[in-house]
């Protein structure tokens, strides 16, 4: 059995007993009502007679009769009343239990994939270091081995920063620059930074003197992190697009891939902490589920906002829209 599958069924056992007990106490009360007032209903000619005064008898008849329907609609009102109240109430529970129930397996995930993201980069440097010092290699091979070490050493740095920032927004210690920032510089000095580590790979067309407002560190990581995001989850050798459009009011940046694409259903997900498509053992690309949840963020902090769709025939286009200054 699951783990939380006991919880849910004491909490299940526990709603079907308070609204049986509630049905028990609503059919004893409907009743007791009928018993009173067939009792009543036999007092009556003791205390009226019926021949002699039969119109009295016939209004403390209907009297009777009246106060045993307004009972009733009573016990009916306040119980279907009670009901609702506790049908929301479970409802609201369930919901909450059933959310922290998916944050609690995210971040078991989360852990999971974090160590994994942690240790294979090491292990990369360390390889490729030891070999570079027990062999000997030709000028070539070194580079070669170099550059894999500091493409390794880059995705620790990445994933370092994006831990930190994530926790000190959480906890709102960081504190955001808002400064006027070259948004045209920024998104040219993140692609030139992804074309030296995938060549070829990115095709850029940016707008000159794009300017926003906002901390550079936060604004250059949910660039990176969409351009990381398109190489990763695309085939090696595919294209990504980068498209910066600028208006007086708006920048709209447009990071275009032929990759896996993003379900329909998955498209608001995405954006959530530690969520990842798929589950840990059939997801290829390593990841740990929080850039685009950090960059949703940032975006929101900076007054902009970030949305998917598809890109035809595969694909998808991430876009981002801030204030432009
Ligand atoms: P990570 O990439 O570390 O898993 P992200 O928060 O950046 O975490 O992305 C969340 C999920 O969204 C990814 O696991 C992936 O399934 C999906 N995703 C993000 N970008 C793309 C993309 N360009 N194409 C297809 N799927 C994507």
């Not at 959480?170 to 998104?187: C, I, R, W």
């Not at 070829?200 to 351009?227: F, H, K, W, Y």
């Not at 902009?304 to 432009?324: D, H, M, T, W």
Request: glycine fraction near 4%.
């Amino acid at each position: 059995m699951k783990p939380f599958r006991i919880p849910q069924l004491v909490y299940l056992l526990l709603l079907l007993y308070i609204i049986a007990a509630l049905l028990f106490w609503g059919f004893s009360l409907q009743r007791q009502s009928r018993i009173i007032y067939e009792a009543e209903l036999r007092a009556l000619p003791l205390q009226t007679d019926s021949i002699r005064q039969p119109q009295v008898y016939a209004q403390k008849r209907a009297l009777l009769e009246t106060t045993r329907i307004s009972r009733k609609k009573q016990y009916f009102g306040e119980g279907s009343t009670f009901l609702i109240i506790i049908l929301i109430g479970a409802v609201v529970v369930y919901s909450s239990f059933r959310r922290s129930l998916r944050l609690s397996r995210q971040q078991t995930n989360f852990m999971l994939a974090v160590t994994h993201e942690l240790k294979s980069p090491i292990a990369a440097i360390k390889l490729n270091l030891q070999t570079i010092e027990r062999r000997k290699l030709s000028e070539e091979q070194q580079a070669l081995m170099i550059s894999r070490c500091i493409t390794e050493a880059n995705r620790l740095n990445d994933l370092c920063n994006n831990l930190l920032i994530a926790s000190q927004l959480e906890g709102h210690q960081y504190q955001k620059a808002q400064e006027e920032v070259s948004f045209t510089d920024l998104v040219s000095d993140a692609v030139q930074d992804y074309h030296r580590r995938y060549p070829g790979r990115i095709m850029a067309q940016l707008a000159e003197d794009c300017a926003v407002t906002g901390d550079p560190l936060l604004l250059l990581m949910a660039v990176s992190n969409l351009l990381e995001n398109a190489i990763k989850y695309s085939p090696a050798g595919s294209p990504v697009s980068v498209v910066l459009q600028c208006s007086t009011t708006e920048a709209v940046l447009e990071v275009t891939d032929e990759g896996v694409g993003v379900p329909e259903d998955e498209k608001s997900r995405i954006f959530e902490k530690f969520y990842r498509v798929g589950n840990e053992n059939t997801r290829s690309a390593k990841g740990t589920g929080l850039g685009l949840y950090l960059t949703e963020r940032i975006l929101r902090q900076h007054k902009g906002r970030i949305s998917v769709r598809n890109n035809l025939p595969r694909g998808s286009i991430f876009e981002i829209r801030l204030p432009a200054v």
